[in-house]
């Protein structure tokens, strides 16, 4: 299904923005409601994870809405952009009431790009989140080496001068109509390994010596390549979005369902040396749906956007990307 239809025109009630710093290696995407919040969940694939107001998405947890969540590079530095969502959410009255004005509640998770790719001095901004939001629309949403996918890079298990870049897919499936289930998917794919295409070709990953990406899972595990990599340094962050209502239970439901997908196309994913990061969004009100259909719907979804990441990546500094041609 085409990704770049308008997602708004299957309730999605999401727009994305994204702020670049081409020059630097680095930029941020935000996922932002179109003129209302959001209820969101999330699921932890990773054990090397940077994150803001994640506790906040458990279903145990008081508040039931998110004004916006973001993607963004710099690793833990990349936090401090929030600031820019939270003054255009504020200055539209958007937020969590409280007295005397509003707390806009956003979410975020970081990935590692300030290495090999870009300047290590630079990081996403405030003023680069407000201008994403700003600029957030809900069609035609660009790909590939944009925003939190600026300095995305696969395939660092044979280390850098092997690698090839990554980026920003969106993917879309499910079933149209009325009383429909779809799911939108967007993802930074940072990864260590490998990506897989839909019918298992390794399409970027670790080159070998004649420049072929190769099987990262076979080399670790045959104790080819036990280096390369380190914790921290490897991100793959998705926000899938449903056009149904949903609690924060089946949100939480929906995300870590939708984890099959990374398990599928990346090789190895969720691992002790990732920050990998599944968030879940939904409208706050409106029509109800079968539980099952929509975390199926999120794993095709995401499958196509993880491909879709890696195919409109350019690369840059060496680093070849599948868009180059």
């Not at 009255?93 to 707390?103: C, N, Q």
């Not at 080496?145 to 980026?167: D, P």
């Not at 295409?197 to 072929?212: E, S, Y």
């Not at 199926?296 to 060496?318: F, N, T």
Request: some cysteine.
């Amino acid at each position: 299904m085409n990704p770049n239809a308008q997602l708004d025109s299957y309730g999605f009630g999401i727009a994305v923005g994204h702020a670049t710093d081409a020059a630097g290696g680095t930029g941020l995407t935000v996922v932002r409601g179109v003129d209302a919040p959001l209820r969101a969940s999330a699921h932890v694939l990773g054990r090397a994870t940077g994150s803001r107001e994640l506790a906040l998405l458990d279903p145990s947890a008081h508040v039931d809405r998110v004004d916006a969540i973001m993607l963004t590079g710099g690793s833990a530095y990349g936090l401090d952009a929030a600031a820019g969502v939270m003054r255009w959410m504020e200055e539209r009255g958007r937020g969590y009431p409280v007295p005397g004005g509003v707390v806009p509640i956003v979410a975020a998770a970081v990935l590692f790009d300030l290495a090999p790719l870009g300047r290590f001095d630079a990081r996403p901004t405030p003023e680069m989140a407000y201008r994403a939001c700003d600029d957030a629309k809900t069609d035609r949403i660009e790909e590939g080496s944009v925003g939190a996918g600026t300095g995305c890079t696969v395939g660092k298990a044979a280390g850098a001068a092997r690698a090839m870049k990554g980026g920003i897919g969106v993917g879309v499936a499910g079933i149209g109509g009325p009383n429909g289930v779809m799911a939108a998917a967007l993802v930074a794919v940072n990864a260590f390994g490998h990506v897989r295409d839909t019918d298992g070709t390794i399409i970027a990953g670790p080159r070998n010596a004649n420049g072929v990406p190769s099987d990262t899972e076979r080399a670790i595990i045959t104790g080819v390549s036990s280096g390369g990599f380190e914790a921290g340094a490897n991100t793959t962050l998705a926000v899938v979005a449903l056009n149904i209502a949903l609690s924060k239970l089946e949100l939480q439901q929906v995300a870590r369902a939708a984890g099959a997908a990374c398990y599928r196309r990346i090789g190895p994913a969720g691992t002790s040396f990732d920050g990998d990061v599944i968030f879940a969004v939904s409208p706050m009100e409106g029509r109800q749906g079968r539980l099952l259909q929509a975390e199926v719907a999120a794993v095709s979804a995401l499958e196509e956007a993880i491909v879709r990441a890696v195919r409109q990546a350019r690369g840059r500094e060496g680093v070849p990307g599948l868009a180059d041609g």
